[in-house]
């Protein structure tokens, strides 16, 4: 399935147009990305309970050792 073609979301210009200009004033280039998600699965959402001296962070995220000190230095605490 990767070698087919896909869907076509949007078709503008003229593709043809560049055969009116002379060969030697085209530059041409072919650019290829090899499927990346960026898309995250994760909420972009947190739940902490904080109780004064502890808190439980629900944190949807990559990144837990930056969110804990993140989340201990905003409300006082050690991470």
């Known amino acids: 399935m990767a070698k087919t073609s896909g869907n076509v979301a949007t078709n ?5 147009a560049i055969n009116a200009v002379p060969t030697a004033n085209r530059i041409l280039a ?3 990305f090899p499927f990346l998600a960026h898309t995250p ?6 739940t902490i ?3 004064g001296d502890r808190a439980e962070a629900w944190v949807g995220s990559q990144f837990q050792t930056a969110d804990q000190m993140a989340i201990a230095e905003t409300l006082g605490l050690k991470p």
């Open 49 to 51: 309970r904080f109780d």
């Open 30 to 32: 072919e650019y290829e």
């Open 12 to 16: 503008r210009g003229d593709a043809n």
């Open 41 to 46: 699965m994760e909420p972009l959402n947190t």
